[in-house]
Nanobody
Framework: QVQLVESGGGLVQAGGSLRLSCAAS????????MAWFRQSPGKEREFVSA????????RYASSVKGRFTISRDNAKNTVSLQMNSLKPEDTAVYYC????????????????????WGQGTQVTVSS
C-alpha cells in the first residue's frame, strides 16, 4: 500500500522553528513533484510549497516565502519542510502530497492535481 507519513509537527512559540518530514513507503515518489499543504480549522486547505521531482525548482506561497524551505532526498524517498520564524497564523495541520503524474515538470498549487496524501501533522504556534 502506498503511504506518505508526515512527522515533526508540534507546539512551538512564535519565532521558533520546526522541521517537517514526509516519508514515502510502498513505492518511490522520486519521479513526482511533491508539495506541502496546510489546513486550519474553518479554512480550506491551502498550498504551502512544492518541489519538482529533481529538486531543481521550488515554489512557495507568499505567506511563507523567505521563512520556509522545501527540500527532498530521493535516495531516502523523503521530503522536508524547514519552517523558521513561525507565526501563530502558521498554526494548521500540514499535509504532504505527491503529484499524480511522474516526470512531469510542474509546481502546481492545485490540491486536486495531487493524488497521494499523508495523514497530516499538527503544527501549533503560540503567541
Amino acid at each position: 500500500q502506498v503511504q506518505l507519513v508526515e512527522s515533526g509537527g508540534g507546539l512551538v512559540q512564535a519565532g521558533g522553528s520546526l522541521r517537517l518530514s514526509c516519508a514515502a513507503s510502498g513505492r518511490t515518489f522520486s519521479s513526482n513533484t511533491m508539495a506541502w499543504f496546510r489546513q486550519s480549522p474553518g479554512k480550506e486547505r491551502e498550498f504551502v510549497s512544492a518541489i519538482t521531482w529533481d529538486g531543481g525548482s521550488t515554489r512557495y506561497a507568499s505567506s511563507v516565502k523567505g521563512r520556509f524551505t522545501i527540500s527532498r532526498d530521493n535516495a531516502k524517498n523523503t521530503v522536508s519542510l524547514q519552517m523558521n520564524s513561525l507565526k501563530p497564523e502558521d498554526t494548521a495541520v500540514y499535509y504532504c502530497a505527491a503529484y499524480s503524474i511522474s516526470y512531469y515538470y510542474t509546481l502546481s498549487q492545485n490540491q486536486h492535481d495531487y493524488h497521494t496524501w499523508g495523514q497530516g501533522t499538527q503544527v501549533t504556534v503560540s503567541s
